[in-house]
């Protein structure tokens, strides 16, 4: 199989990888996907009572992405949606809706398409399983529920959201249980991904670590 300029980097809800994936496109000038938010998406039009099949026809059409100093901001009708996107509400309903197989496939394409040669990240759960097998760099990236927790509640303080951290926890475990055990796409790394544990790592202790192996593959 050919291996094309794609870095995956998969993990568990809070496990950093997003954050790990943002620094990683801004510093080495790739382009990125964050395919959560586009779950996410789904389940935002779907509040909007937006019919599964029409949604990806939405995104290609009137949504657009953006990294700003290693921030992406999602815009809908150039309004800027991100906040909403991130909510636990939303975080719950596109969790359900990943596990469905016509959301999978609705989405399947509009990811691939992301790829261009000069580079692309791409962050998930199944980047590196199935949407981009062909990658040349597969990371799985994770850490202790606690501290996935943790950051998790930071994050949502920050954007105002109460939050009960027992909760944030058993949610956390809730949903890496579904997300490890479900038939279709399980979060698991692929067979040949750098598994990296972030519990006791800083983001820059993170970046630091798969600085080194992006440059030993694409430099």
Do not use: W
């Not at 099949?53 to 059409?61: A, F, G, R, T, V």
Request: with cysteine; aromatic share 8%; hydrophobic share 40%.
């Amino acid at each position: 199989m050919k291996k094309i300029n794609v870095i995956t980097i998969d993990g568990p809800s809070a496990s950093g990888k997003g954050a790990l994936s943002r620094k990683i496109a801004h510093n080495f000038g790739f382009d990125i996907l964050d395919s959560g938010l586009l779950y996410r998406l789904c389940a935002y039009f779907s509040n909007k009572k937006i019919n599964l099949d029409e949604i990806p026809k939405k995104i290609n059409s009137e949504v657009s992405f953006k990294l700003n100093d290693e921030l992406v901001s999602v815009h809908y009708k150039k309004k800027d949606i991100t906040n909403k996107l991130r909510t636990e509400e939303i975080a719950k309903i596109a969790s359900q809706m990943s596990a469905k197989n016509e959301t999978r496939k609705s989405l399947f394409n509009i990811q691939r398409n992301f790829y261009t040669e000069s580079g692309l990240v791409a962050d998930g759960r199944d980047m590196g399983t199935v949407v981009f097998q062909d990658a040349k760099l597969k990371i799985f990236l994770t850490a202790s529920s606690e501290i996935r927790a943790k950051r998790r509640y930071l994050e949502l303080q920050n954007l105002g959201q109460e939050v009960n951290m027992p909760a944030l926890i058993a949610d956390i475990e809730e949903r890496d249980l579904k997300d490890s055990s479900r038939e279709l796409s399980p979060l698991i790394p692929a067979d040949e991904a750098y598994v990296i544990d972030s519990s006791d790592m800083s983001l820059e202790e993170v970046f630091s670590f798969t600085e080194n192996i992006v440059k030993k593959e694409f430099i």
